[in-house]
């Protein structure tokens, strides 16, 4: 089966060692992480909508 990384220098910068996204096999797993503020490191909001604003 062949792989295939994603990644965009438009998303956030990953806080582990994984890939944005992998393709493998005609399905695309995605990959994720908390919503933190990019200057402060903080957790935004414990509210999920707000983390997807």
Known sequence: MQLQ???TPDA???IG???QAVSA???VFVSG???LDP???NL???D???QAE
């Open 48 to 50: 999920v909508r707000s």
């Open 17 to 19: 060692p994984y890939s």
């Open 5 to 7: 990384t994603i990644s």
């Open 33 to 35: 992480q908390l919503g």
């Open 12 to 14: 956030p910068k990953a």
């Open 25 to 27: 096999g005609g399905f």
């Open 44 to 46: 935004v909001s414990e």
């Open 39 to 41: 200057e402060t490191g």
